[in-house]
């Protein structure tokens, strides 16, 4: 400051001012919007206004897919680890998922209960006596292979094997895979994890914001913890 | 325990019988199990279908070729199958700090005949397996029992082949 001569000293005072107030009122202007749903044309057809309230509040607008990278597997899996911990505990998520644990018996109940409703093996005839026979066939078969206690569990009451068509159609297409009991993309160079905001809207873009310190903060927890 | 460290590979026939709560009659599988130290175990049944599951380290592969299924699964996702795993495996590798991870072990008989009582030491384990008996004698493993909580029991005799 001492460099700068006296005389300027107010000429920089009011042009300080001036660009706070330009800020400020350029808020009050431009509204900061972080909705994707804005992009879309006003929806004109049903489908349309399925697909608009669908980016506004359906899972689309609230799920985060975080990727952890720049660091050994290990590292990036007690990242991922702690992260994920974080998340949970500060209650502001509805799901937060690492690959750390499967689906949890809850959900595994409700998919199968519904499984006829989501399963692409539900056709008209999959009730049709010779399939319930042939299916019957199949669970008495895999009961006496190394997969038997899951035979067991799914099979008995689902002979016409929808809950497995359902679970295995998700895992064959999936490329996700799990190091260090974590989620990875392909080749192991970045951990994954998905959230769901707790709230419904389009609040991706805060959220992300608040999470970005909170991931920096464990990955340098560990890090000191790997260092000690 | 110290013998079986030293036996490096070993493959051996077995006959798997299943008593089902749900079934009145066991069900019966054949094939072969191979085992080289200190980590991989592979189990190939021939009998009534082929299926193959593979362990090496922490991944576990389950192949049904017939019917081109294959999945590979990590076993630090699913703590009741590494447990199933370990008592073999840490059994056949000699491991007992592996096996005491995983159960509380009881040792009964004689170098010749001997009996290893297993019992799961994860809570959450032993809802699903209550007990597994694995019996041997010397290097060889002979039989392991494997005693549900919901009373199914499976019992493979494992008859040793030096081809």
Known sequence: VSRIPRGLLPVLATLLLLALGWTVSLRQVVQVR??????????????????????????????????????????????????????????????????????????????????????????????????????????????????????????????????????????????????????????????????????????????????????????????????? | MAALAGVRESRAAFVEEKALAALTSPLVSRGTLLYAAPSRLEKRTEAPFAERVAVDGDRLTYERPAEGVSRTLSLDQTPELRGLVEAVRGTLAGDLEALRRHYSVGYEGTPDAWRLTLVPVDAKVRELLKVVRVDGGGTDLRRVETVEADGDVSTMTIEPRTR
């Not at chain 1, 949890?104 to 006829?116: I, N």
């Not at chain 1, 002979?159 to 297409?173: D, E, K, N, Q």
């Open chain 1, 34 to 228: 972080a909705d994707m749903a804005d992009l879309l044309p006003p929806g004109g057809t049903p489908a349309a206004r399925l697909l608009a309230r669908e980016l506004r509040s359906g899972p689309a607008s609230s799920l985060l897919i975080v990727a952890l990278e720049g660091a050994e597997p290990e590292h990036l899996a007690r990242v991922s680890r702690a992260l994920a911990d974080g998340m949970r505990r500060s209650g502001r998520f509805g799901l937060v998922a690492n690959g750390a644990e499967g689906l949890d018996e809850g959900e595994r109940e409700f998919l199968f209960r519904k499984r006829y409703l989501l399963s692409p093996a539900t056709t008209p005839d999959a009730f049709a006596r010779e399939r319930l026979r042939s299916g019957v066939e199949r669970v008495l078969r895999d009961l006496s292979g190394s997969a038997g206690p899951l035979a067991e569990r799914y099979g008995l009451a689902d002979p016409t094997g929808a809950f497995m068509a359902l679970v295995s159609g998700w895992a064959g297409g999936s490329r996700v895979e799990q190091r260090e009991g974590v989620w990875f993309a392909e080749g192991g160079g970045r951990a994954l994890l998905l959230a769901r905001t707790g709230a419904a809207g389009s609040t991706w873009r805060p959220a992300a914001r608040r999470w970005t310190p909170c991931a920096r903060r464990s990955a340098g927890r560990t890090r000191t913890e790997r260092r000690g």
